[in-house]
């Protein structure tokens, strides 16, 4: 049973990752916190919906075009209405708010309230130590990783990606450099919003599609970046896979209830005691 | 033109046929529904809407409800309540003071006790799918309930399950609130009273979708049964599937609710094959169907099966309003319920008023097990 | 030759009027130094010259063209480079990194490595400590690095804002030689300093801001003689800068 929890737990924690990794960056890097990202992980699954469940197309592809929706519409809104609330804390929060709600709306009104199917691309399972693991969560768990290893890469080794660490870091200086500063919030917001889209897409089959269910991503991502420190990227990841085998221990071995009020009390104890996270940069 | 003086000529013009129309016509009866029009619990609410909605329309269509020699339009006026007390107050307070209401439906049972109290007060005549007992009791006097609530129906229903069925290990999974909480506790008395071994009482959050970890605790509870109480339809094709996948080979029991056809949807046919559900209306039936039709229509998907006992019940309530000879007196209306009663459901046999305080309004239900994807009605539950 | 002209300059910062009217020429291949007390507009006059203030008046020419209304980036290409007061190096990133960002413009990989090599070349330090996240650096180290950031972009011309802030005294005397290799090597530079003595002994012209507008300029030969400007603008002459420069 604790090989099952954790193959639970981890399965469940790599969408985490993903999800807080676009919403820690948007954070780090435009110092906005954007509530609208649970509603492009919704905009990623109705494309699956869409493209896979109805029209029949590959997998895959209906996954990617999903994340490059999300990533498109990402960078459109980013222009017309968070670029001007770069660094403006209060005002960016409540015009993801508005974005937030108007996205759902947008949903309920084209998709209905109704919470629709998509068909798993994927069926079986295969076993481990004692442990199950289904085959379409597993290979949403391997499409995770190799996201998360690109991303990675990204960040590393691309100019691009320097450029958007060094933006974050010190955008005056960056500036100096002669950084563009809007085509890197766009490039951001466009990647977080891929990010977001792709574990929409991945998760569509595997839980309902509906106009809704982006909040509880969302929810997530949130406790995940502040555990792991807002605006810190190794801070999502431990904090992402720490939230899912935290979840995925106590719902098992005491109630869903509980692992709920776990990960909040693990929010305001992490808040209390390191107020950046437990890997996030401390105040500059 | 400029665009204001566009839009004060539009005014003036919608206002001068909204007075025209007012004059021709009585004041309408304006009837309210609360229910969850969004998330998870959206395919119970919207069949309630329509259910109401398609009687006042056919209502309407007949001319409206005839009061002391006088046409009255019925109007129907549905909130969303999210699903969440605060939300249903808040909707109430809008049907009260500002639409004028003095009827509404209700279908959640957090809605419905957070009411209770409100409708008693003010008069109003609340009329609810909850199955909640506490919904109803010795001070309510302007609350029914328009079906079989499960302490009515689950004693039969339950023993068609012990008769019918050879395993006997439960796990009884319900949403953690009041409708969860109250079904749980009687589901776990029912089953233990036919000698079932009731092993694990489970209750998820409204919200979730991972379950997981949860199907894991049950796995370990070594269980043939999994009853999954008063989860909404989607969520139960959830779970069913992600116990499927973990390897869960028992059975699936769901006494509350309504929606087979969602949790087919939802787990595929693979997973739901054999589940055993309760049912309120019979799909194959041809009041049903018209009902279907109509909804589909309006909405564009296949109805819940509540909208039988909404539209059975808005039925039941314009015939009361009818019969008391006054639209704006619920006590009077309340009283003529008893009288109208029984008449004919929609499905056909009928409605008849009995259970807690006689006021609860029965109506036919069926146990149905599903098979390759279609639910089959094996038997009425008497 | 004159490379760098500023004309007529004035700023405006919130409601303040932070430069009145400034007028300086840069010669080719010179060194000038901008002295004057704290708030008294320095870096602000090497902000309005690459372009991180708007101007409100006059006019900034490179090479005899107006760049005053061109973005950052564009008078980067005309090799326009700041190295900011306080390093302001990228803290999270490797030494090497921080490098790479000061060659953001140079696309091509090769010019990129020919330039790294020639920067390693003037600072072994840097190159040792390329893989070091720079926070981890001292401030000497860092004040290193930050020149060799805004030297990889090969400027044309070089604005070091307070190069000697909070820095050891060796670390003083080492910026300044460094100041004087970079001008050999062809590379016109404003130095800002508080160290008046210093910059006085490294630059060839030196102007002396005071709230704003320019008090005086002139050859840094003639400020160092002249005992008048000295008690005038420079604070005295028994008030000897750090490091024991006075030889």
């Known amino acids: 049973m604790v090989y099952q929890m954790l193959m639970n737990g981890a399965l469940a924690g790599l969408i985490y990752v993903i999800m807080a990794l676009g919403f820690t960056m948007i954070f780090g890097i435009m110092r906005i916190v954007n509530f609208a990202h649970g509603e492009f992980y919704m905009i990623g699954a109705f494309v699956v919906l869409l493209l896979f469940g109805s029209l029949g197309l590959p997998f895959f592809a209906a996954v990617l075009a999903g994340g490059v929706a999300a990533a498109v519409l990402g960078m459109v809104l980013e222009r017309l209405l968070f670029r001007r609330l770069v660094h403006d804390e209060m005002p960016g929060m409540i015009m993801s708010l508005a974005v937030a709600i108007i996205l759902k709306s947008l949903g309920l009104i084209t998709f209905g309230p109704a919470e629709h199917t998509v068909p798993r691309p994927f069926t079986g399972t295969w076993q481990a130590f004692g442990a199950v693991a289904p085959w379409d969560r597993t290979v949403v768990a391997i499409c995770a990783l190799i996201i998360l290893a690109i991303f990675y890469l990204f960040l590393k080794h691309s100019r691009l990606g320097l450029a958007m660490k060094a933006v974050a870091q010190d955008p005056e200086t960056a500036s100096l450099m002669g950084v563009k500063s809007g085509q890197i919030y766009r490039a951001a917001f466009g990647v977080a919003c891929l990010l977001a889209g792709l574990a929409g897409a991945l998760m569509a089959p595997i839980y309902n599609v509906g106009p809704y269910m982006g909040e509880m991503p969302m929810l997530k991502a949130f406790v995940v970046v502040i555990l792991g420190g807002l605006g810190s990227i190794l801070g999502a990841v431990v904090g992402g896979l720490l939230l899912g085998l935290s979840e995925a221990f106590l719902s098992t071995l005491l109630s869903p209830l509980a692992a709920l009020i776990a990960s909040f009390a693990m929010v305001l104890i992490v808040v209390i005691v390191r107020p950046n996270g437990l890997l996030g940069r401390t105040a500059r | 033109m400029n665009i204001r003086k566009l839009a004060v000529q539009l005014l003036v013009g919608i206002s001068l046929t909204g007075l025209s129309i007012a004059g021709t016509l009585a004041e309408p009866i304006k009837i309210g529904v609360i229910a969850p029009l969004t998330g998870a619990g959206a395919q119970w609410g919207m069949a309630a809407a329509e259910g109401v909605k398609i009687l006042a329309a056919e209502t309407n269509a007949n001319g409206g409800l005839d009061i002391g020699g006088e046409k009255h339009q019925v109007e129907v006026i549905a909130y969303d309540d999210k699903y969440q007390a605060a939300d249903a107050v808040a909707a109430y307070n809008r049907l009260l003071n500002i639409d004028g209401a003095k009827y509404v439906f209700l279908v959640a049972s957090a809605s419905t006790l957070a009411l209770k109290q409100n409708l008693e007060g003010d008069a109003v005549l609340g009329l609810t799918a909850s199955v909640t007992d506490k919904a109803i009791d010795e001070g309510s006097n302007f609350m029914y309930r328009m079906l079989r609530p499960p302490v009515d129906y689950m004693p039969p229903f339950l023993d068609w399950v012990r008769d019918n069925v050879k395993e006997r290990r439960v796990a009884i999974v319900n949403p953690n609130d009041e409708t969860g909480w109250s079904q749980a506790q009687l589901t776990e008395r029912l089953y233990k009273e036919r000698g079932f071994e009731v092993l694990g009482i489970e209750l998820y959050e409204r919200a979730q979708q991972d379950f997981a970890p949860m199907v894991t605790k049950i796995q370990g509870l070594n269980v043939d049964i999994v009853e999954l109480g008063s989860t909404s339809p989607a969520t139960a094709g959830l779970i069913v599937r992600q116990a499927r996948d973990l390897g869960y080979p028992g059975l699936f029991i769901k006494v509350g609710g309504t929606g087979a056809e969602a949790i087919v949807a939802g787990a595929g046919n693979e997973a739901a094959e054999g589940l055993v559900n309760v049912i309120f209306a019979d799909r194959q039936n041809e009041g049903f169907r018209n009902l279907a039709t109509e909804y589909e229509k309006a909405v564009g998907q296949q109805p819940n099966e509540y909208i039988v006992n909404f539209y059975d019940a808005a039925n039941v309530l314009v015939q009361a309003i009818q019969k008391a000879g006054d639209a704006d007196d619920a006590a009077k209306v309340a009283a003529a319920i008893n009288d109208v009663l029984p008449i004919k459901s929609v499905q056909g046999g009928d409605l008849t008023l009995r259970g807690a305080g006689n006021r609860e309004i029965m109506a036919p239900v069926y146990v149905g097990i599903i098979k390759g994807g279609q639910v089959a009605v094996v038997a009425e539950v008497k | ?247």
């Open chain 3, 1 to 247: 030759m004159t490379l760098l002209e500023v004309s007529n300059l004035s700023v405006h910062c919130g409601g303040m009027q932070a430069l009145r009217g400034i007028s300086l020429a840069v010669p080719v291949d010179s060194v000038l130094a901008v002295i004057g007390a704290n708030g008294a507009g320095k870096s602000t006059l090497l902000r309005a010259i690459v372009g991180l203030v708007r101007h409100s008046d006059g006019a900034i020419r490179m090479d005899g063209e107006d760049v005053s209304s061109l973005t950052i980036q564009e008078r980067l290409a005309r090799g326009i480079v700041l190295c900011p007061e306080g390093r302001r190096l990228f803290p999270d990133l490797t030494v090497y990194e921080n490098i790479c960002m000061g060659a953001y413009r140079i696309r091509d990989r090769a010019l990129f490595r020919q330039q790294l090599e020639v920067i390693y070349g003037i600072f072994p330090r840097v190159a040792e400590r390329s893989r070091q996240v720079a926070s981890s650096l001292s401030g000497g180290e860092q004040q290193m690095v930050a020149i060799a950031r805004a030297l990889v972009s090969r400027p044309r011309i070089l604005m070091l804002d307070e190069p000697t802030l909070g820095l050891a005294p060796k670390m003083v005397l080492e910026v300044a030689k460094l100041v004087t290799t970079i001008k050999q090597q062809g590379t016109t530079i404003i130095i800002v300093e508080q160290n008046s003595k210093l910059a006085l002994r490294i630059s060839d012209y030196a102007c002396v801001l005071k709230t704003g507008s320019l008090a005086l300029e002139g050859p840094s030969a003639d400020f160092l003689e002249n005992d008048k400007v000295r008690e005038a603008y420079l604070g005295g002459s028994n008030s000897e800068p750090p490091g024991g420069l006075v030889t």
